[in-house]
């Protein structure tokens, strides 16, 4: 593995009895990427995170976080992890402004409130008690947690859930802005296309093992890049065929067919393709994982929307 990584995972292993939910997984995140792991409900994806987050621990293999075993990360070192998850403690008789205070308070070079307030989209409610907001708006509160502590590593967990298409953007142009100044972010979604626009490379993942790594425009091969072209003829029949001269193939319909062929269409698979190309080549995991156990609720202890929380005496 690369000096360079922020993360190196090596033949991690995670059992269940008799089963193997992490399946021998090697892939590592370097310094300053967004890296999107991929894969569908019950793949592992949630428990692979937990064990880089410190929150479940592997049976076998290595992870390294930022250098450090997360199993045994302490204080300082979660000083420098953030986590945006799919669910919250019970935060939701405060407001989000005095949510955030606290959080800031647990750390030692934490983001203003007020800018993180403003780069989330809070400031409308920032007032009002979490518990009154909608799934959206919690779920902003969420991501502002994710990085109050402002953290080298982010983990985010379906962040943009409950998001309507312009708060989806509005996120996207956050991440981009965390990315400039260097970030390291690795991210779930079940949108594709969230993960192309955000991302650097992506891992996926099927039944416990990686079955795919590489650059978001390059993963899968050539071969599942190939640009398609579809169209209709005369006879009103549908034609599609992949080929690596579109420009070719569209000026001998031209010529066939005339100056403008009828449904005429050149498009390059997208990642969402491309992931259910890879996906469908390898068996689906099956259900049966155990459920996450939450931490412990409430401003006095540790939220799970924003686990990563250091003390106030931990160090950056």
Known sequence: ????????????????????????????????????????????????????????????????????????????????????SQ??????????????????????????????????????FASQRVGRLSGGQKRRVDVALGIIGNPEVLFLDEPTTGFDPNARRE???????????GMTMVLTTHYLDEAEQLSDRAGIIAAGKLVEIGDIATIGGPKSRTPRVRWQEQDGRWREETTDAPAQLVGALVERLGPEPAGLTVTRPSLEDVYL????????????????????????????AARAAAPAGGTR
């Open 277 to 304: 190309e890879i996906i469908g080549e390898h068996p689906a995991a099956s259900p049966g994982t155990p459920a996450t156990a939450s931490p412990a609720a409430g401003l006095a202890a540790t939220d799970d």
């Open 87 to 124: 669910s919250s403690a019970d935060i939701e008789r405060y407001s989000a402004r005095e949510v955030l205070r606290h959080f800031a308070s647990l750390y030692r070079n934490p983001r203003a409130v007020d800018d993180t307030i403003e780069r989330c989209g809070i400031a409308p």
């Open 171 to 181: 996120f996207w142009g956050l991440i981009q802005q965390l990315k400039g100044e």
């Open 1 to 84: 593995m690369s000096t360079q990584a922020a993360i190196e995972v090596t033949d991690l292993v995670k059992r269940y009895g008799d089963r193997d939910v992490v399946d021998g997984l090697s892939f590592e995140v370097r310094h300053g990427e967004t890296f999107a792991f991929l894969g569908p409900n019950g793949a592992g994806k949630s428990t692979t995170i937990e064990i880089l987050e410190g929150f479940r621990t592997a049976t076998s293999g290595t992870a390294r976080v930022l250098e450090q075993d997360p199993a045994r990360g302490n204080a300082e070192w979660r000083g420098r992890i953030g986590v945006v």
